[in-house]
């Protein structure tokens, strides 16, 4: 499997944006989906994932009630919809997938996109 991310760019704070994660593969739906950031200077951190059907979903609480992951397995294409943004959220945006579900352990992940940049400007 591989993964694509992009959507990312230069966004005012308050605005938003709409990142978009292509997979390749027949084996899409099958895994759990999900996106982590890392801004600069800092670890790399959960932002949500969403189990294999996208049912269910998790948030981490820094994006909580701003920003919403979601799939579609018909399109092997995976999104994560960001409101609201403010200069805390500027970070490269990775989308991944793990053969477990929904999941906030980044070490569960087996493939991983190139990430795309997201900034937010005060």
């Known amino acids: 499997v591989q993964l694509q991310a992009s959507g990312g760019g230069l966004v005012q704070a308050g605005g938003s944006l709409r990142l978009t994660c292509t997979a390749s593969?027949?084996?899409?739906?099958?895994?759990?989906l999900g996106w982590f950031r890392q801004a600069p200077g800092k670890e790399r951190e959960f932002v949500a994932a969403v189990t294999r059907d996208g049912d269910t979903s998790d948030h981490a609480d820094s994006v909580k009630g701003r920003f919403t992951i979601s799939r579609d397995n018909a399109k092997k294409t995976g999104f994560l919809q960001m409101n609201s943004l403010n200069p805390d959220d500027t970070a490269l945006y990775y989308c991944?997938?793990?053969?477990?579900?929904?999941?906030?352990?980044?070490?569960?992940?087996?493939?991983w996109g190139q990430g795309t940049l997201v900034t937010v400007s005060s």
């Open positions: 593969g027949r084996t899409f739906s099958t895994y759990g």
């Open positions: 991944a997938m793990n053969p477990y579900g929904r999941t906030r352990n980044a070490a569960s992940y087996n493939y």
